[in-house]
Nanobody, 121 residues
Framework: QVQLVESGGGLVQAGGSLRLSCAASGSIFRINAMNWYRQAPGKQRELVASITYGGITNYYKDSVKGRFTISRDNAKNTVYLQMNSLKPEDTAVYYC??????????????WGQGTLVTVSS
């Protein structure tokens, strides 16, 4: 069984920074793309950033460009989201997503449980 566990959320003042981590565990051979999504209260879940296995960042939501940085460590099966210059509108539950995990000879799509980020004004 493959699991994703996010960490690093919390309460921060506007202008502050947080670093989210998402660690995958299980009998993993390879994780291809990894994504960060977020869902604010009363809103739909939205894609924030995406990174390929090779470390190419192929998507950032417009509102986070220049403030957020996605990265990964394949040896640790971990993806990160460095969030700087946080704004109250960044408040949301942040989810890690791995839609293409190769494990035990199968292809799996796995979501994490989410970590809450609250930005106060």
């Amino acid at each position: 069984q493959v699991q994703l566990v996010e960490s690093g959320g919390g309460l921060v003042q506007a202008g502050g920074s947080l670093r989210l981590s998402c660690a995958a565990s299980g009998s993993i051979f390879r994780i291809n793309a990894m994504n960060w999504y977020r869902q604010a209260p009363g809103k739909q879940r939205e894609l924030v950033a995406s990174i390929t296995y090779g470390g190419i960042t192929n998507y950032y939501k417009d509102s986070v460009k220049g403030r957020f940085t996605i990265s990964r460590d394949n040896a640790k099966n971990t993806v990160y989201l460095q969030m700087n210059s946080l704004k109250p509108e960044d408040t949301a539950v942040y989810y890690c997503d791995a839609p293409d995990v190769v494990a035990n000879g199968r292809y799996l799509a796995v979501w994490g449980q989410g970590t809450l980020v609250t930005v106060s004004s």
